[in-house]
């Protein structure tokens, strides 16, 4: 993890324009190639980013980072007043918390909860940014990455997004399509969802409960 204190303007070109003017900010570069800009305040999310693949070149007052997309991110560094950089190591990865575990353990015994004839491949499919939840094959040959979530944000969306882009370079796999499932999906990450050509997915945590259960029932 490289982490850089500067003063800089920012400049996004791609599927549209947006532009930062010059201000201290902290330039945050993941050992996946991650590129993020952010603020002194705004929780987590970044004011600008760029998901890996992607590639970062360093000239002088300037980075530029492009992406296979033909999206560009230019940071113009007035002044860098610090730089420092931190081996962080592998990653254990996110620890569900027991819904979405159970979700994801019903939904892999019950794939056509997802699409009809969809079928389990393998559960926590491994890439080089972590595990996708499910690996399903459909009918038509087509591999679907399905990503689990007890509640949808952009955050999974881009989680999953990420996955996609590994598991694209697979020839074994290609073409992947991704699946991004919850209980509910927020309109944030529906929209996103549609934008990167994933499809979203809500469940009845419930109802999926009683798919598995061997209670005679009177209805």
Known sequence: MRLVIARCSVDYSGRLAAHLPPANRLLMVKADGCVAVHADGGAYKPLMWMTAPNRLVEREGSWVVTNPKGETLTIAVEEILSDTSWPLGADPGLEKDGVEAH???LLAANCERIAAGLRLVRREYPTDVGPVDLLCRAPDGTT???EIKRRGEIDGVEQLSRYLDFLNR??????????FV???????????AADRGIRWLEVDY???RGIESSEQRLF
């Open 206 to 208: 419930d109802e999926l």
């Open 182 to 192: 919850a209980q509910q999906v927020r309109p944030q990450a529906r929209v996103l």
């Open 144 to 146: 679907l990455a399905v």
């Open 170 to 179: 697979d020839p074994m796999l290609r073409p992947v399509r991704g699946v």
């Open 103 to 105: 979700l994801q353990a």
